[in-house]
Every structure is written in C-alpha cells, then in structure tokens.
C-alpha cells in the first residue's frame, strides 16, 4: 500500500512542526504533505493536496474550529485523526465510536497505534468500499457527541468487513475475555472487541449500565430476576445468568432499588 498522505491542522506551528516531526521520524506509512493553521486555510489545501488522512486539532470543550472544518468540508473522503489536550468525556466519545485520537503531547506509542489503525481502516475501505459511509456515520456521531459535550449514546465496532454501530441501550451484557470484551444484544447477536472491559466500563452511561464483576458489566434495564443460590446471580432478558461480586452487591442493590 501506498503511503497515506496526511494534513496535518492546528493553529498553533510549533504543536504542527512537532507533529510533523514525530510522523517523519516514526511513521514511515505516512507522507505529511501540507499543513494548515485554521479552517480556510485547511479547507483551501485539502482541496489542494487531496490527503487521506487529516490530523486534527480540537479546542475542546467547543472544538468549534476543528468541527467547523469537518461540517464545510466538501466531501469527507478522509480518515480523522483528532488531536486534544482534553481527556474525560472525550476519549470516551473517541473509543465509543472508533475514532483515532491522540492526546497532547503527542506520545510515540499512541501516536504508532492511530496510524496502525488507519493502515487497517483503508485497508477495509479499499476491499469493503461500503464500510465507508458507516465510518462517516461514526464520525458524524462523535462530532454531536463532543459538541453536546455528553456520553456518547452510539458505538462503532469494527470488524473486518467494515463497522457496525449500534445504540448502546442494543447491548444486554458485556463479558471479559482476558483484554478482549464480548457484547451481547438483545436480537441474540454477539460481537468479540478487541477493547477491554476497562474501556467499555469508562464509555458506558452508568445510568444504564452497572459492573457487577471484576468480568461483566450487565445493562441493568435487563434484569428479569436476582437469585440468591449458588451464591449471586443476575438474570437477564436473554436467559443469560451473571454472577455479581460480593463486592458489587451493594452498589448493585442499590441499583435495583432505584428501578
């Protein structure tokens, strides 16, 4: 595969110098072809330089130049890198949908993994041209997401054909295998994640979803029944039955309660 050609916009030079360095130093896959320090200037070279990816900062907690670039771009035939200072709620909303990030300063290794995963995202693109548009979706989603500065509500999962997303209150159950994750949904359909339970534990809207295992995380609007033999046992809308920690018991019971 050819090189990934990469724009690189933020507004201050010296952040994009040291980008640009970073990714010439240890990024081989990508070629930085131009770089832009605000939204006409970035909207003139990506009609230029047509890249495939473009590395982009956002100021949050508005972002409003980095989303004012996305929504006046005339085709969002590009891949996103989202370049922020700002953790929390954001990087929720990043892994919610799938969406490469890296935050400032920008760390080698992270900087590596965004790039490995936009190898494997064109790679999709180029042999399952429909996954694309579900991508852009994804973006879209995450952009609505970090401007109404809430908990993302939807989830892009990425397989090897493409992306699937699915709203959150879809999924009934989550399970740990090892630092993999298995979601099951409420039409009997499940996905293995390539994330950890710890991602899904910090994405998820605790409003809905309770950890009653160091393993599982259940989506307490699902609880049909709660036995009390062979231990505790939470029994859910798809029969499935899930052990709760004697150390989540409380909180869970609470939970339940407040049903």
Known sequence: MDKLRALIVDDEFHARENLRMLI?????????????????????KLQEFEPDVVFLDIRMPSGSEGFDFLEKAPNL???????????????QAFNANAIHYVLKPVDI????????????????????????????ESLKALTETL?????????????????????????????????????YFKDGASFYDSRNMKIYDDMLDPAIF????????????????YLKTDGHIAVLSDGSQVPVARARLSDFLTRVKSL
């Open 210 to 225: 309770c950890r009653v295992h160091k393993s599982h995380i259940i989506n307490i609007q699902e609880l049909r029944e």
């Open 24 to 44: 010439d130093d240890f990024c081989p896959e990508i070629k930085v072809v131009a770089d832009a320090s605000g939204v006409n200037d970035a909207l003139d």
């Open 77 to 91: 035939n590009f891949q996103v890198v989202f370049v922020t200072a700002f953790k929390d709620y954001a990087v």
């Open 147 to 183: 401007k109404a500065n809430q908990r993302p509500k939807k989830i892009t999962l990425h397989h090897q054909k493409g992306f699937r997303i699915v709203n959150d209150d879809e999924i009934v159950r989550l399970e740990a295998d090892g630092t993999y994750t298995t979601l």
């Open 109 to 136: 290794e992270d900087l590596r993994s965004a790039v490995e995963k936009l190898i494997e995202y064109q790679h999709t693109f180029v042999t399952e041209p429909s996954s694309q548009p579900a991508y852009l």
